[in-house]
């Protein structure tokens, strides 16, 4: 199918038809894993810095998924974000969540210390104030549901506000993914991803994306990777598109998953806090069902105990992986504030768990003969 077919099928067809070769008689159905540094002259590619058969294939799967005219892979996430920052003038002014993911927050006190950057750095949960610091801002950074807080941010609000206001709209969507909300829709002008987590889908490569309908915009980020260098290898490629098609049965799985067990960990007597927008007692479950389709399939919850039982906690597990990261197949969960460069809003107790597609009742139970180790 064409790719202007492709967009008319629902999202779980189109990761499995998605940046396919041409059909043609003993033609590949899969891309190649394209290993060139250098092109024949004469070309568009020219040099392998520049362009990559791989890397074509999988920008159109995102593009596809994400309601966006064209996509950059990076080599990284954060290259993906980097790059973002990278074509801002000096000086220009960022307004960010004060609690987002740790690596971007990060990056952008650094960009603000240098000066290269001011960076306002904002509780985002309180919409008025965010939209009140818009006429100053040059760009908007979203992330939403926020790592590892959970809180439900409103995009849709923020983004026409920020849109009225001449303000340019990025959104993280690593942990909502294009399955539960596409803010290119409501009018953002970039959407980044951590292909690394859902998309690639199996812990073993770390890429980014950014996805956009802006073609000039498009133009100043490619030449970014060009220039910046953060290109992606093609094995790593064409393993996440290998991950991509089985995007949407492994999302479906690992959020019913992590619905069923969000219910029973508010249940648990250890347990003083889930944080999960899908149950219907959490302060953004209304936020959520205005405009996602379903809620991830990241929770985090605080247990009562010491630093130290929480750890012991999270080295009891069994079937549920003790590691950083999220997205993968496989369960995995930390408490978070072991990194040093974790926000301190970010309770102390708080585990943030990866719900990965193994059996609920499976994961119920390691989780129970875990929490035991809290008395
Ligand atoms: C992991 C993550 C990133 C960074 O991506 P990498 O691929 O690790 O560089 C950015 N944003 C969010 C929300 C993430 O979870």
Not at 101 to 127: A, C, I, W
Not at 204 to 211: A, E, F, Q, T
Not at 248 to 277: C, D, G, T
């Amino acid at each position: 199918m064409s790719d202007g077919d492709l967009s008319k099928l629902n999202i779980a067809s189109q990761v499995v038809a998605a940046g396919r070769p041409k059909k043609r008689p003993d033609g590949e159905l899969n891309p190649p894993i394209a290993l060139n540094s250098t092109y024949h002259a004469g070309g568009e590619i020219g040099y392998g810095r520049y362009g990559n058969e791989t890397w074509s294939a999988i920008e159109t799967a995102i593009s596809l998924l994400e309601n966006g005219k064209q996509s950059i892979l990076f080599s990284s996430g954060l290259a993906a974000i980097a790059a973002v920052f990278e074509i801002l003038p000096e000086g220009a002014v960022v307004t960010s969540p004060h609690d987002g993911y740790q690596g971007t927050m990060e990056l952008l006190r650094q960009h603000h210390k240098s000066g290269r950057l001011q960076v306002n750095f904002l509780d985002f949960t309180d919409t008025n104030s965010v939209i009140s610091s818009l006429s100053k801002t040059q760009m908007l950074y979203l992330e939403s549901p926020t790592n590892p807080a959970l809180e439900v941010i409103d995009l849709p609000k923020l983004i026409s506000a920020a849109k009225n206001a001449g303000c340019g709209v990025v959104v993280d969507n690593t942990f909502a993914t294009p399955i539960n909300q596409q803010p290119l829709n409501l009018g953002a002008d970039i959407v980044m991803h951590s292909v690394t987590k859902y998309l690639a889908g199996h812990s073993d490569v770390l890429l980014g994306s950014l996805s956009t309908n802006d073609a000039p915009l498009h133009r100043r980020l490619l030449e970014r990777r060009k220039y910046g260098g953060a290109i992606p290898g093609p094995v790593e490629a064409w393993i996440a598109l290998r991950g991509i098609r089985t995007f949407v049965l492994r999302m479906e799985r690992a959020q019913s998953n992590a619905m069923e067990l969000a219910k029973r960990l508010s249940k648990h007597p250890k347990v003083s806090r889930v944080r999960y927008p899908g149950l219907p007692t959490d302060p953004f479950h209304n936020m959520a069902k205005s405009f996602m389709k379903g809620f991830g399939a990241v929770i985090s919850f605080e247990v009562d105990g010491s630093n130290e039982k929480i750890d012991q906690v999270c080295a009891a597990s069994k079937l549920i992986t003790y590691s950083t990261s999220l997205g993968g197949v496989e369960s995995l969960w930390e408490r978070r504030r072991r990194w040093s460069t974790e926000s301190t809003s970010i309770p102390e107790n708080l585990i943030r768990f990866s719900v990965g597609i193994e059996n609920v009742d499976d994961l119920w139970a390691d989780i129970e003969q875990a929490l035991k180790k809290v008395n």
